[in-house]
């Protein structure tokens, strides 16, 4: 590891601190970010601030969570100049986020958007969080391992193909804005990142009816993986057998079928039909 440029401060490994250094490389990110002038942008992990910097510079207001107590002082001196760069202390994965955009935005933030270089220990977590708690966020652009981008694009039967590719696809168009090698953080993590931009549709891609079902069903279709679909949806419904293979057949889905071979469109048509069923 190169030595840090701020004085004593010891990088943690086990928060997932990959820090960026290059400047033109922030600045690709924070305009790949689509931030504008007119958008609130919710930063996770602010580091030393590089990338807080560039987003700043084009946001009306920028608020970065960050956990570790002993950046605060260091990102206190090198936000200093940016009157719209506010640091807020905590753990991503335990506050709520749609009661601390609202606290922090106001009743003012018509635009918001998420911007990170994540953490990569709690990928799949933040990113299944920020969909569920902050649904009004434009975009999601978030820095994350190159294979976890591979999932977030893949399709039935591709390997990785999962609720987060499905709840991604669902809401909001997906985009590797840029492939990032190792040796562009310090230190270099053990895998190549991507920079994934996740835009919001003006409606999600297909209709799949009451969207608290549709989340339970793909979040359970996937619980047990050895599982048939059809298993899976009786314990995760609390339904017959019965009642999930006439569901399956409503939907035009075999018995044996396994929820890595669904659709998209299967996963709302099916969500479709258990909304009839357990009504
Ligand atoms: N944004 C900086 C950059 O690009 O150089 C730092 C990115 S580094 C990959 C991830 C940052 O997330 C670190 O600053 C780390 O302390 C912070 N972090 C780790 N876990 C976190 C959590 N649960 N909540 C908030 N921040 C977290």
New binding site residues.
């Given amino acids: 590891m190169k030595p840090q440029k701020h004085g004593s401060f010891h990088q ?1 490994h086990s ?7 290059d400047e033109a490389l ?1 600045s690709q ?1 924070a305009e790949l970010s689509l931030v504008t002038v007119e958008d609130h942008v919710l ?10 910097k560039p987003l700043a510079e084009r946001a009306k207001q920028v608020v970065s ?4 107590r002993t ?1 605060i002082p260091i990102l206190n001196v090198t936000l200093e100049k940016y009157a719209n760069a506010r640091i807020i202390c ?6 709520n986020l749609s009661a601390l955009v609202a606290e922090a935005f106001g009743a003012d933030c018509s635009s918001l958007r998420v911007a ?7 990928t799949t977590d ?1 990113l299944t969080k920020l969909m569920r708690e902050l649904p009004q966020a434009k975009s999601i652009a978030v ?1 994350i391992q190159k294979e976890v981008g591979d999932k977030l694009l893949s399709g039935p039967g591709d390997d990785g193909y999962g609720p987060l590719a499905v709840m991604c696809q669902y809401r909001y168009h997906v985009l590797r804005a840029l492939d990032v090698p190792a040796a562009c ?1 310090n230190p270099p993590p053990k895998v190549d990142s991507s920079f994934m931009v996740l835009e919001k549709l003006e409606q999600p891609r297909v209709n799949a009816g009451d969207e608290e079902i549709f989340t339970r069903l793909v979040r359970s279709a996937f619980a047990m993986r050895r599982k048939t679909l059809l298993n899976n949806l009786v314990s995760g419904f609390s339904l017959t057998r019965e009642q999930a293979a006439a569901c399956l057949v409503a939907a035009n889905l075999s018995a044996q079928v396994r929820a890595e071979e669904l659709s998209l469109e299967d996963f709302a048509g099916l969500a479709i039909q258990l909304q009839n069923a357990i009504r």
Avoid: C, S
Avoid at 15 to 21: A, D, H, K, S, T
Avoid at 116 to 122: F, S
């Fill in positions: 943690k928060l997932g601190q990959n820090f960026i250094e922030l990110l930063e996770i992990g602010p580091g030393f601030g590089a990338l807080t969570l960050e956990i570790d950046l905590g753990d991503v994965m335990r506050i990170a270089n994540l953490p990569y220990y709690i933040v820095m953080f």
